[in-house]
């Protein structure tokens, strides 16, 4: 199926995880894609599994001289973006009482900061009627524990969404929000849970889920693909995949 032949697309934080998922669809269905992330061997061990249409780029999307470089990169490579996924994260459990000023920085930094010039820095290169997906989280609107800072930020994100759809919109450019559930890419082992509280979170998060499973990141990729280059007539949401847990 070659759906997306004619199609270039960024995404950032592709090397693993839901942007990896989002790329996969993506290259299977004929696109280029640049996909961003910190960690070069993830980067190189994507490119190894997904083949020459994904193109990646090395950077922290925290800073401002990276996210420079990284557009002047796609411009060369791609030209024209018809979809933009921001979906570089981190997602440490930040305890209300112990959290530091350098954790909330730093989260605030990578998941609020960097996705907010992401989009700028790649506006210019958007073309008409392009979509930009930003991935947000049920914790937005979710009192879950121990993530008050990463809820905070994700909150932040949506609300982005809405006033960068309004900035857009007169260019025909769509925005919108993804909003996963617990979906199992590996975070867990990236949150510095010994492997008996990573036991306990997941199976917590399971027996919380309406549907009793974690989402997987090609079930938030067909959605994420979905707002970007389908849902033409549908601009400043937020679409929840997340089993149900938001709404049952
Ligand atoms: P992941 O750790 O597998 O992927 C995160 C990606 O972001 C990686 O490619 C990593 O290199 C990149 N990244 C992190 N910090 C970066 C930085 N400073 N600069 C550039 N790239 C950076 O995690 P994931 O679960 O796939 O998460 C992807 C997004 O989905 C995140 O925004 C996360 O908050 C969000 N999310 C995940 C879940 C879940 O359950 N997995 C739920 C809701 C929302």
Do not use: H, W
Request: charged share 20%; proline share 4%; net charge negative.
């Amino acid at each position: 199926m070659n759906a997306y032949s004619d199609k270039n697309a960024v995404i950032t934080g592709g090397s693993s995880g839901i942007g990896l998922g989002i790329a996969r669809l993506l290259v299977d269905g004929g696109a280029r894609v640049v996909i961003t992330g910190r960690s070069q061997a993830a980067l190189d061990a994507a490119r190894e599994q997904l083949g020459e249409n994904l193109i990646t780029v090395r950077g922290d999307v925290a800073s401002l001289p990276d996210l420079d470089a990284m557009a002047d990169q796609v411009k060369t490579e791609l030209g024209t973006v018809e979809a933009l996924f921001v979906n570089a994260g981190i997602s440490p459990l930040t305890p209300f009482e112990s959290t530091t000023e350098e954790m909330y920085d730093e989260l605030f930094a990578i998941n609020v900061k960097g996705a907010f010039f992401t989009v700028q820095k790649l506006a210019p290169l958007l073309s008409t009627g392009a979509g930009v997906v930003l991935t947000t989280s049920v914790a937005n609107v979710m009192g879950l524990r121990e993530t008050s800072v990463y809820a905070a930020g994700k909150a932040a994100l949506r609300s982005m969404a809405r006033s960068f759809s309004g900035e857009l919109i007169p260019r025909g450019i769509r925005v919108n929000a993804i909003s996963p559930g617990p979906i199992d890419t590996g975070v867990l082992d990236k949150m510095n849970l010994t492997e008996e509280a990573a036991a306990q979170f997941k199976a917590e998060r399971i027996a919380q889920n309406p549907m009793r499973r974690y989402g997987t990141p090609a079930e938030i990729a067909r959605a994420a693909a979905f707002l970007a280059f389908d849902a033409t007539y549908t601009t400043g949401i937020e679409l929840a995949v997340d089993g149900g847990t938001t709404q049952l």
